[in-house]
């Protein structure tokens, strides 16, 4: 068997575009432009050009971009004054503080801080209890991303065996309660799993957010099933360049699976495409 490939990418320009139309008609409608606020404090050069390209995506898309850059040593009190003020400020429709935040800077205690109607992360404790108990919420854009993959090639989820690997906060957990909501058999697997290997093989859906490059073999993935490979990895190669892979052995796991996300161009593009369109959604909430 060789799995069919699933292209984040090509999806994630698909929902750029409809978000760019979402936009015009909004500001059509209602004279609102969405507009997204990131906040980044201290971070390396990966994290400045990550930033980047979320402020050139959100304005390709007809938003309004807001960005604050703080020193690594800003404290608590001026980084809490900037999302009060950015609550407060009514051009802004969504806010985002990157993570990780530096050691000084308890990361918990600042998503709870923006205010959850602007939280298009998704990381707040009420969006976290609205997604659990099947409200309406912000879902984290990762799993959201995922999601939308898995639907495009399997819309019936319902029934399905489904596991997730890792148990975080910005993945792992979230991606499972989405599947759960689609009445998915979902089982959460981490680093105490027993048997990792065997719970992997009864996934109809199998969903690798680890960080271990590779990790996942073709012996791991029940033949037919459809994998969702989040893990971002670089690895050295022998000509020094480097290069990035998943937590899934792509070449040996398409053998078997049915279906099969690559990195980079999966599940990666998909994520600030979500983020626009909760950005959107947020916008959209606003004024209804
Ligand atoms: P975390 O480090 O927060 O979580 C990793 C999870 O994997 C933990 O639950 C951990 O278990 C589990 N784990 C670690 N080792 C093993 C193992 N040997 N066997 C089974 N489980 C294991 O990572 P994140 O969730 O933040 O990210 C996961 C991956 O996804 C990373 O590669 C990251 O770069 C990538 N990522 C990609 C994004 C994208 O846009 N595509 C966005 C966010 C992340 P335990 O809880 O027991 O420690």
Known sequence: MTAT?????????????????????????????????????????????????????TEACGMKSFHH??????????????????????????ILVQLPLPDHLDSRDVIEAIDPAKDVDGFHTSNVGELWTSGESFIPCTPLGCL????????????????????????????????????????????????????CRQADILVAAVGRPQMVKADWIKPGAIVLDVGINRIETDDGKGKLVGDVDFDDASKVAGAITPVPGGPGPMTIACLLANTLEAAKRSVS
Do not use: W
């Not at 999806?11 to 209602?30: I, N, P, R, T």
């Not at 390396?44 to 390209?53: I, L």
């Not at 399905?160 to 975080?168: E, H, L, M, P, Y």
């Open 69 to 94: 850059i703080l020193d690594a040593t800003t404290s608590r009190g001026a980084l809490m004054s900037i999302i009060e003020s950015l609550n407060a400020d009514p051009e802004v429709h969504g």
């Open 148 to 199: 939308k993959l898995l639907k495009s090639v399997e819309p019936n989820i319902a029934g399905k065996n489904a596991v997730v690997i890792g148990r975080s906060n910005i993945v792992g957990r979230p991606m499972a309660a989405l599947l759960l909501n689609e009445s998915a058999t979902v089982a959460i697997a981490h680093s105490k799993t027993q048997n990792l290997q065997s719970v």
């Open 5 to 57: 490939r699933i292209d984040g990418k090509a999806f994630a320009e698909k929902v750029c575009d409809e978000v760019s139309e979402g936009v015009k008609s909004l500001q059509a409608s209602h004279g609102v432009t969405p507009g997204l606020a990131v906040v980044l404090v201290g971070g390396d050069s990966a994290s400045q050009v990550y930033v980047r390209n979320k402020v050139r995506q």
